[in-house]
């Protein structure tokens, strides 16, 4: 059992949070100004504070000038590092660059461009992904200074769950530069998408037998024990190169088995399908990272295959746009 979610403290912090985040707009493009960018003391500021109490208490009691002196000079530094750690954050512009598809279980990584208009360099601002309210995952930081007049590109990056078009998580930005007394931060909401693919299975079984075509022969394709199609065979003399598989002869080479090339009479015959109810008997999320794993077989080798799923088919095609299609039909199935 989860100690954590049985606390009152962490139930209403995670509340509140959802709140605060919901009232925040969405945008891939946001300038920080004193609307959007917040400041706290942090712990070591806190006990610069008390330090600068007790001080002051002392002088006033013993009449020490010096001690007047250590004090407000001590008081205009805080001050000044406030100023200086506001303004390090305040009037940053940050630009997201929307990420491309992934898979599930994997870190995706995307870009943020941090752009800075002002003659002063920025210095000391970090960038991660909100961390949830139970605190289970920590924030990784990404640190970056930005030149004056310039800009920098920083990579953040996180582990999508699960499958689908999701949004992509809550950012915060903060610098506590240049004293560490104060902590400026800003969350930020991104308007991009992202869509996740299914995990591909690890260990996934040979690719299913081709089908027979309308009025082709009876027998159904096998696979070699390479996993490879009864519509690839070796070379021989005189084969024309287009149906060399060139995809393979690199590995080929290095096995000693030399050249492969389709075979087009069988491979007319036969055709591959990728069919959602052949994929197992196992739950839905098992049948789809199957899929997966046999769209990438089926693309590694070159295959035309077509896919089956409940309420779509995809027609059998070959080619990076075609498996991008497939993927992205089993990431929205």
Known sequence: ????????????????????????????????TQRNVYILPTRPGWMLALTLMV??????????????????????????GMHVC?????????NLIAPPAHFAGAAAIFDVKLTNTRR?????IGLSVLPGPDGQHPPHWVWADVP???????????????????????LTAETRFPLGTFRVWTNWRPAAQMLVYPAPELRAPPLPPGEPRSGGADAKARWQSAGEFDGVRGYRRGDPLKLVMWKKAAKADEQGNGLVVRDTQQSQRHELWLDFAQAGSVGTEARLSRLCAWVLQADKLDLSYGLRLPGLEISPSSGEAHKRRCLEALALC
């Open 86 to 94: 506001h303004g390090t954050l305040r009037g940053l512009a940050m």
């Open 55 to 80: 001080l002051l208490v002392a002088s006033i009691n013993y009449q020490l000038n010096l001690g007047y002196l250590l004090t407000f000079l001590l008081a205009g530094s805080a001050l000044t």
């Open 148 to 170: 004056a007049q310039a800009s920098q590109s920083v990579q953040v990056s996180f582990k999508p769950a699960r499958r689908g078009l999701h949004h992509l998580p809550t």
């Open 1 to 32: 059992m989860n100690l954590a979610a049985l606390n009152p403290f962490h139930f209403i912090r995670g509340r509140f949070q959802q709140w605060w985040q919901s009232r925040l707009p969405l945008t891939d493009n946001v300038v920080l």
């Open 120 to 124: 002063a360099a920025r210095y000391g």
